[in-house]
């Protein structure tokens, strides 16, 4: 059975090879597909971490009390924690007094995730006691 060269058409051959080739394109854009969905993922855990993390940070250095306890910042972690329906502890608060180059407070909040996958974000924020105005004038 010869074949003749007028006869149009695809053969079976032809056709798996087309299929071979359209699935493995599929799989390459499905792969593409899943790694931005999991950039997508770190994206957002990275932003809600900078924002929770710089709102809590705002919140203690705009506190009116000269010294704050971390028992405070901890209640107001608990809220946040709870706010945004996260697990407890992730974050984290670490409380150090300071006196130089002026008495007060050195604050690191940390983000530490469940996931051993996500990284950790921190934020240290400062806190100053305030100079007497008497002193403070004083000085030129």
């Known amino acids: ?4 060269v007028s006869q149009l058409g695809l053969s079976v051959i032809e056709c798996v090879v087309a299929l071979s080739i359209l699935g493995a394109m599929l799989s390459v854009v499905l792969s593409i597909q899943v790694v931005q969905s999991a950039r997508i993922g770190l994206s957002k855990q990275k932003l809600v971490a900078e924002q929770t993390l710089s709102n809590l940070a705002q919140r ?3 506190a009116d009390e000269t010294e704050i306890a971390k028992e405070t910042i901890e ?14 502890d992730t ?6 007094a300071v ?4 008495d007060g407070q050195r604050i690191v909040l940390t983000w530490k995730p469940k996931s ?9 924020a400062w806190r100053f006691e305030q100079t ?8 030129p």
């Open 75 to 88: 209640s107001w972690t608990q809220q946040l924690e709870q706010q945004q329906e996260l697990p407890p």
């Open 1 to 4: 059975m010869s074949r003749n």
């Open 99 to 102: 006196s130089e180059p002026a």
């Open 132 to 139: 007497p105005r008497e002193v403070a004038e004083e000085q």
């Open 116 to 124: 051993p996958h996500l990284p950790e974000y921190s934020l240290v």
């Open 91 to 96: 974050i984290q608060v670490e409380l150090n």
């Open 60 to 62: 203690v250095v705009a």
